[in-house]
């Protein structure tokens, strides 16, 4: 499976911006899409994941009521609708996949086997 994240960009606070998430080879069955984000100078965090099959969403607690992630499975897509920007959300935005997680490995970057390659976003306030 391969992963291609794109849609970053240069917007202001308060604006919108949707990430997308396009994935080649078969990602039927149990297949989990997540984002992860990484700021200068810090540590990759979790944002939020999907499982194709159920629809569950999670999210990390800075961002639930303002990012909403969704997958198309007819495009292999999944998306981050991204509102309220603020300029902590500034970071390179990672999208990870993953067959074979289990529910309390959602938040572990570790867990997943496929990623893509960074979109950056950036706030300015």
């Known amino acids: 499976v391969q992963l291609q994240a794109s849609g970053g960009g240069l917007v202001q606070a308060g604006d919108s911006r949707r990430l997308s998430c396009s994935a080649s080879g078969r990602t039927s069955g149990r297949f989990t899409v997540a984002w992860f984000r990484q700021a200068p100078g810090k540590e990759r965090e979790f944002v939020a994941a999907?499982?194709?099959?159920?629809?569950?969403?999670y999210y990390t607690d800075s961002i639930k009521g303002r990012f909403t992630i969704s997958g198309d499975n007819a495009k292999n897509t999944v998306y981050l609708q991204m509102n309220s920007l603020e300029a902590g959300d500034t970071a390179g935005y990672y999208c990870?996949?993953?067959?074979?997680?289990?529910?309390?490995?959602?938040?572990?970057?570790?867990?997943?086997?496929?990623w893509g390659q960074g979109t950056l976003v950036t706030v300015s306030s």
């Open positions: 990870a996949g993953s067959f074979t997680l289990i529910t309390s490995s959602t938040r572990t970057s570790s867990a997943y086997s496929f």
């Open positions: 999907i499982r194709l099959n159920s629809g569950t969403t």
